[in-house]
């Protein structure tokens, strides 16, 4: 079983270390800078092999060519963005299987946010890396691909088991569900679990990982099929994507 470490970058980002406690054999997801990965690997003794990109934006491969210089290591992404990924190496394609240390990891195109955009799912770690597709309370906004994209992607992932725990690029949780709280307003659940997370914050601790469970039941993004929020928001004449789509438009301008 690999071991799972969230490291925070940037303003508000999230790269995840994951290695081998027996052998140290390690990987990166989404390095958006190397200082605190480079921190992380010697602290721990680390021999970094990997980089694994969800998408191609600055904020999650801006660390790809130094630590690919430091450490010979090699850069893996989406088939799609193999022009858009810096030192990219390995490319892969929707539905392909890659092996890390005896665990299968699952790549899956996540299209809407861009066009290439993947995700990784490491079923024996029971870990999905939803980059900026998925968020915690939260989905990524549309930059390249289209509302159906979104929808679409989003459905994918929700139909992973209900027991995953969701590891997003995005450090975005309490805003999201004041979003959430600004349409849903008297959603206790929302509300303490709000409470919860801001204590968490005040802390420095990172509000993730989530599980999907927690995000069906209250990210409205995931509640597109919910008729009865739908009717509590007076949209109960939306179909799904136009559903969806209001909710987006809503939180661009929110
Ligand atoms: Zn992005």
Redesign the pocket.
Known sequence: MLKIEIIPCLKDNFSFVIYNKINRNSLVIDPGEVEPIIYFIKKNNLKLNYILNT?H?S??IGGNLELKKKYSLKIVGSKMDQKRIPGIDIVLNDGDIWNFENSEIEVRETPG??IG?IYYYLKKENALFT??TLFSFGC?RL?EGTYENMLSSLKLIKSLPHNTNIYC?HEYTLNNIKFCLSLDKENQILKKTYNEIKKKIDLNIPSIPTTLKEQISNNIFLNFDNIELKKKLKFENLDELNFFKKIRELKDQF
């Open positions: 998408h934006h904020d999650h946010h861009t955009h980059g900026d990524g930059f690029g």
